[in-house]
């Protein structure tokens, strides 16, 4: 069966769940052609983007709006082109606020939409199932919990697992990482990861950067290392020059996994990098800023505790969270401290980390082309 299907995913954290999503789909369907917006990952699968994910890969509401005149051309224009050519199926892929308006207009004209990464409606703005209602056939879902959150408000979903969690090895070869990234074997390592987008760099890097100084000045010996986006790289040299952290920092492009494989801990943006750094087995500060009114909108909106999805989803604060004004150099380092000084505090969250990877282990790709399946045959 040939099958053509449009996705559309928003950040680099889609681009690498997409590119998982369409390699199963093409051991079922080996014919696929699929297009839309994506990147690298997901080209790897033969995809063809039409326009490339970093034009959506802003975050807070502030933030949207600078950008919104593109955003919202982009959509009429993929919008128009999908009703033109109507694929066989539209996955969105994240990226709600845009995919599911874009979404609902396409199931209203016949078009069946999947969407992959059910929102965080558990964690803030619960208004959002009835939009999820209009705008899905089904939904894959990556935690255990959501199906039956869906099924009560009656929107059909399946629990897929998370497809990082079969990439990510069970235990991480951390000497065999610090030989690719040229990092002694007997040292500490801290891996800093602000972020991967450009608002974030601009938030976060300088004051992570000036935190991982004065956790290096503590430690002598401290290995520092970045994995940084490569459009984004000349401001993270930037930031660490301003955070006096230029010497001694080692900036590599990409490779996020074996960065995480081999440091000891990381300070960590908020977002998909933290169930990362959790499957990799890494203790972790999680931190967060943004533009000062996007953060009180958010915070109102919150339903939960927790912020970091491995806190989410172990229930508890496992992890420091540090957010906002309190995320300052002196508090962020305090808290990476306070990790290293404590070798069985950090076995003891590895440990709870390891069950997690367990629960969160399927064979995504072939669930999730079962779901579709079934989506198609409807």
Not at 25 to 48: N, T, V
Request: glycine letters at 8%; aromatic letters at 6%; charged letters at 25%.
């Amino acid at each position: 069966m040939s099958l053509c299907a449009a996705l559309v995913a928003g950040e680099v954290s889609g681009d690498l769940l997409a590119g998982l999503l369409l390699g199963g789909m093409k051991q079922r369907w080996p014919e696929l052609r699929s297009w839309g917006i994506g990147g690298p990952h997901m080209a790897a699968q033969g995809f063809r983007a039409d326009w490339p994910y970093e034009k959506l890969a802003v975050r807070g509401y502030v933030e949207v709006l600078r950008h919104y005149r593109e955003i919202v051309g982009i959509r009429r224009a993929l919008k128009a082109r999908l009703l033109a050519q109507r694929p066989d199926l539209f996955i969105g892929v994240d990226a709600p606020d845009f995919n599911l308006d874009l979404e609902a207009d396409l199931r209203a004209q016949g078009v069946k939409t999947v969407h992959f990464v059910c929102p965080s409606v558990w964690a803030w703005r619960a208004g959002r199932m009835a939009k999820i209602r209009r705008s899905v056939d089904h939904m894959l879902c990556l935690f255990p919990f959501e199906p039956a959150l869906l099924q009560a408000e009656g929107i059909a979903g399946t629990f897929v697992g998370h497809p990082l969690a079969g990439v990510i090895p069970q235990q991480p070869d951390r000497a065999a990482a610090r030989r690719r990234l040229g990092l002694a074997e007997d040292a500490e390592v801290l891996a800093v990861l602000p972020g991967s987008r450009s608002s974030e760099i601009r938030y976060l890097a300088e004051v992570f950067f000036a935190a991982a100084a004065r956790v290096a000045r503590a430690r002598p010996g401290l290995g520092v290392v970045v994995p940084a986006v490569p459009r984004l790289r000349a401001e993270i040299e930037a930031a660490a020059r301003r955070a006096g952290l230029a010497e001694g920092l080692k900036i590599v492009e990409g490779r996020s996994h074996e960065v995480l494989a081999a440091c000891d801990l990381t300070l960590i943006a908020s977002g998909t990098a933290t169930l990362e750094a959790a499957l990799f087995k890494r203790p972790m500060v999680i931190a967060y800023r943004m533009n000062a009114i996007s953060w009180q909108i958010m915070r109102r909106q919150a339903l939960q505790p927790w912020v970091g999805l491995p806190n989410i989803l172990l229930r508890e604060m496992a992890v420091p969270e540090l957010l906002q004004h309190e995320a300052s150099p002196e508090r962020l380092a305090r808290a990476l401290l306070d990790w290293l000084d404590a070798p069985d505090r950090m076995a003891a969250v590895q440990t709870k980390f390891d069950a997690l990877h367990h629960a969160l282990r399927r064979d995504t790709p072939q669930l999730a082309a079962d779901a579709i399946q079934q989506v198609l045959q409807a």
